[in-house]
């Protein structure tokens, strides 16, 4: 039974991420360039050496990956103000507003459409059963009826 719950989890993980790796995919990043911008999105910006260490990779290739992610205009450096010789590597605005603003919508998207087209009972089904698999595994119960509600205000159901 857990096998078969692990793979349901990592199916359904799979399918909400199809439209935002599909935003991926057109960047065209390697998966160490991901890995870099990853690392540096969840930060308020890395030294070189902090990327090295974070990606699992050699300062020659973090210091390649950046200078290209820095050419394409998705990373930016910033001179340390106190010491010169040092530079902190920070997304640029447009990859924090996308991340931030249109990445969620992306990951809610197919999400979305299959609530808006299950019927109420089989709603709260769903709320209920990750209710109880978050408490079986000891997570505790988030108890909200905002996405249901949200969700009934533009579907009328």
């Known amino acids: 039974m857990a096998r078969t ?3 349901d989890v990592r199916e359904i993980r799979e399918i909400l991420r199809r439209p935002l790796e599909a935003e991926f995919a057109r960047a ?3 998966g160490p360039q991901r890995s870099v911008m990853q690392a540096v ?3 308020d910006g890395m030294s070189l050496k902090e990327i090295c260490s974070h990606v699992g990779v050699s300062h020659s290739t973090a210091s390649g990956i950046v200078d290209r992610l820095v050419a394409r205009g998705m990373l930016k ?3 340390n103000g106190a010491d010169r010789r040092f530079s902190s590597i920070a997304v640029t605005k447009p990859v924090r507003d996308f991340m931030e603003k249109k990445a969620p919508g992306l990951m809610a998207e197919p999400l979305v459409r299959a ?3 299950a019927t109420p009972v089989e709603r709260r089904t769903i709320l209920k059963g ?3 698999l978050r408490s ?3 997570i505790g119960a988030i108890r909200s009826t905002h996405g249901v509600s949200s969700l009934r205000s533009r579907t009328g159901k």
């Open 41 to 43: 999105f969840h930060s």
């Open 77 to 79: 450096r910033r001179v």
């Open 28 to 30: 065209r990043l390697t």
């Open 136 to 138: 079986v595994i000891g």
């Open 5 to 7: 719950i692990e793979r």
């Open 115 to 117: 609530l808006t087209s």
């Open 130 to 132: 990750l209710e109880t």
